[in-house]
């Protein structure tokens, strides 16, 4: 190390140990240097990037393989006969329920997508507890013997808010979603080293029941980036998935045309026309098998449509051709469930203006399996087809329905009106101009995602006429004296004002999420609260104070024990309302249904559990209330309405859903 003293000013000397060291320091910075360089050069020359790899591959091949005209699993030759049940739309006490009966139909194989919203709701913070379970979901089916096949996204669609993605990745004003965009691929990579470790030993070849990993879902029908693709891929082998990957698509648009990673299986989603997708299919992978990953049963629906269904005959038309052309089947859905919560999804227009659909809280889908899971003609229509064609198909016996109980008429006798409820909800957002949900200073500073927001500012006593401009989506307009007044999305809307003698008023504005799009071309549209303006008589309106009301289970307990309830009254008509009472039940609890006939728009909580909207529109009428969610003995009731409850503040409980 002679060189380095002679390089040292006359009065510093080392040891040759010294100097050793100071060698290796100088040596790692050089390559932390070279490292930052080629990763920044790879980074915007627009290159994948996956993390480096801590997690090591799992050995072995995979057990599903797609070459030749046939499956292969086990090195058996194989027909998929496969059905959608999505754990996070079911209650967990009821998943072998609805597992069995999938079994019972001629089934061997369950297929779930994975949302992320629900297991990462703020940066870093995870959740795979209760119905998100997802080992849990997953051991279950191979108990059973069942197959699974997983769709991790990052995107899933499924009528499910933002197609699965995490809200608060909005906060940045810049996102771009589904692509390459650095702070997207590092949430996404945050995300991945959260869950495939949850899966690695679920695999078939590590004796687990996974044999088939989705990668993202429709993307053809969104964008053309093969990088994104080959980055997801990437970032899924090494993290140690080495069962078969594929992807899905539909023919709208570019869709399954636009097939981006030849050397990946790639499978099909339709409802009709079946030969045409097929050989489309064929067209672009003539030496694989085929799949429909999605033969969609059914269809959803958005609010103010009818209820959508589909023939069974005509299903079972379809399933029998596909068979005889020894087409493997993943039933979407076999068992829809519900959008729990505030989870729905929407669509809107071709270029995301003037239209928009959001999805209702059901999600029956009119599948075989109901959303409360009864058997349907479907299902058994689809049962005689697979016992025809499919030889030696196993069907074990069919589960007993569940029970379903009419409660009666409960009646809505407390009262709360909601801003009377302000002190219980978190601190609110102050800022000069309003501020969209996402940007709201709540959840760990990670913004709201989903439910209401409260804005309130003041204005000019003598103001005549209020404006506004960009509320996503519904919202109720308050003003002490005035009737409320309520606007929906793409309303642009002006408003007469009586003018008061104080010099000041304050205006409130209640705004609903009512669900972000899941669909289509970019940019999708996500922000939800105020997104523009408010002017009174010409002149914006500054000085903000936003609320954020998500209606979460602490602030219902809060409010359920500690809050100023009254005897109702119809004064309350047509301002936003909470509305509390109790169902008495004795013995085991049943399923059940709770019709919100006579309400005008809102949600409904039981014990603390938020069922979802309903809205007067229709076409839904009940929601949906398993038994898992109710106890024996007292049961509390929550409705919170936005307009006006029916004069005798009555709800029923009935044994039959309502969706027409």
């Not at 699965?164 to 909005?170: I, R, T, Y």
């Not at 672009?284 to 958005?302: A, C, K, N, T, Y």
């Not at 609110?428 to 995602?449: D, F, I, R, W």
């Not at 404006?467 to 005035?482: K, N, S, T």
């Amino acid at each position: 190390m002679l060189w380095l003293q002679r390089r040292l000013p006359p009065n510093i000397r080392m040891t040759q140990g010294q100097a050793r060291k100071a060698v290796v320091v100088v040596l790692m910075v050089l390559l932390a240097a070279f490292y930052a360089r080629w990763f920044l050069l790879r980074h915007w020359s627009g290159q994948q990037h996956v993390s480096p790899s801590s997690h090591t591959p799992a050995p072995g091949p995979p057990c599903l393989v797609a070459e030749g005209n046939k499956f292969t699993l086990r090195n058996k030759s194989t027909l998929l006969l496969s059905g959608a049940i999505h754990y996070f739309r079911v209650p967990s006490a009821y998943w072998e329920d609805r597992m069995r009966k999938l079994q019972s139909m001629g089934l061997n194989t369950l297929e779930t997508y994975i949302p992320w919203n629900l297991h990462e709701p703020q940066p870093g913070l995870f959740d795979f507890s209760g119905m998100l379970d997802l080992r849990k979901f997953v051991l279950l089916a191979q108990k059973l013997g069942l197959n699974v096949i997983l769709r991790p996204g990052p995107y899933i669609c499924s009528e499910w808010d933002f197609g699965g993605l995490p809200a608060w990745l909005m906060r940045d004003r810049q996102m771009k979603v589904r692509t390459l965009y650095p702070p997207f691929v590092a949430a996404v990579e945050r995300y991945f080293n959260k869950l495939i470790p949850l899966m690695m030993d679920l695999q078939c070849h590590l004796g687990g029941p996974v044999i088939a990993f989705q990668i993202e879902n429709e993307y053809g029908s969104f964008g053309d980036s093969v990088h994104y693709m080959r980055y997801l891929q990437k970032a899924m082998v090494s993290r140690g998935i080495t069962e078969l990957l594929f992807t899905s698509d539909n023919m709208w648009g570019s869709g399954l045309k636009n097939h981006l990673l030849p050397d990946i299986l790639q499978t099909a989603n339709f409802q009709s026309e079946w030969k045409e997708n097929i050989d489309l299919l064929q067209t672009i992978q003539p030496h694989r098998p085929m799949m429909v990953m999605e033969l969609w049963s059914g269809w959803f629906d958005h609010w103010r449509e009818e209820h959508h269904t589909v023939p069974a005959a005509d299903l079972a038309s379809t399933v029998s051709n596909l068979l005889k052309n020894n087409v493997s089947i993943n039933f979407y859905m076999f068992h829809g469930g519900t959008n729990f919560g505030f989870m729905n999804g929407a669509n809107d227009g071709e270029d995301h203006t003037e239209v928009y659909m959001p999805d209702v809280t059901s999600y029956d889908y009119d599948a075989p399996l109901s959303e409360c899971g009864d058997p349907t003609e479907k299902f058994m229509a689809v049962r005689d087809v697979i016992e025809r064609l499919v030889p030696n198909t196993v069907f074990p016996d069919l589960p007993a329905p569940l029970p379903k109980e009419d409660y009666g008429t409960v009646e809505m006798h407390l009262s709360l009106p909601l801003l009377d409820s302000l002190s219980y909800l978190p601190k609110a957002t102050e800022s000069k101009h309003p501020l969209p949900m996402e940007m709201l200073k709540v959840n760990g500073n990670s913004g709201q995602g989903y439910g209401y927001a409260i804005y309130r500012a003041k204005i000019g006593g003598g103001t005549k006429k209020l404006r506004l401009r960009g509320v996503h989506d519904w919202a109720a307009i308050l003003f002490q004296g005035e009737d409320t007044v309520f606007m929906e999305r793409f309303v642009d809307a002006s408003y007469s004002l009586k003018p008061v003698k104080r010099q000041y008023r304050l205006a409130t504005i209640v705004v609903e999420n009512m669900g972000r799009v899941n669909y289509g071309k970019p940019p999708i549209s996500a922000r939800k609260g105020i997104l523009g303006n408010v002017w009174a008589d010409g002149e914006v309106v500054t000085g903000w104070k936003a609320y954020s009301l998500e209606f979460k289970p602490d602030f219902l307990a809060s409010i359920s024990s500690g809050g100023s309830w009254e005897r109702s009254s119809l004064t309350q008509h047509g301002t936003p309302t909470l509305f509390k009472a109790s169902l008495r039940i004795s013995g085991e609890p049943k399923d059940t249904f709770i019709d919100m006939t006579g309400w005008s728009k809102g949600c409904v909580f039981i014990n603390g559990i938020n069922l979802g909207r309903y809205w007067k529109v229709g076409p839904q009428r009940r929601l949906y209330v398993p038994a898992p969610f109710l106890r024996s003995g007292i049961n509390t009731v929550i409705v919170f309405e936005l307009d006006k409850p029916p004069a005798d503040f009555k709800v029923s409980f009935k044994s039959q859903p309502g969706l027409k």
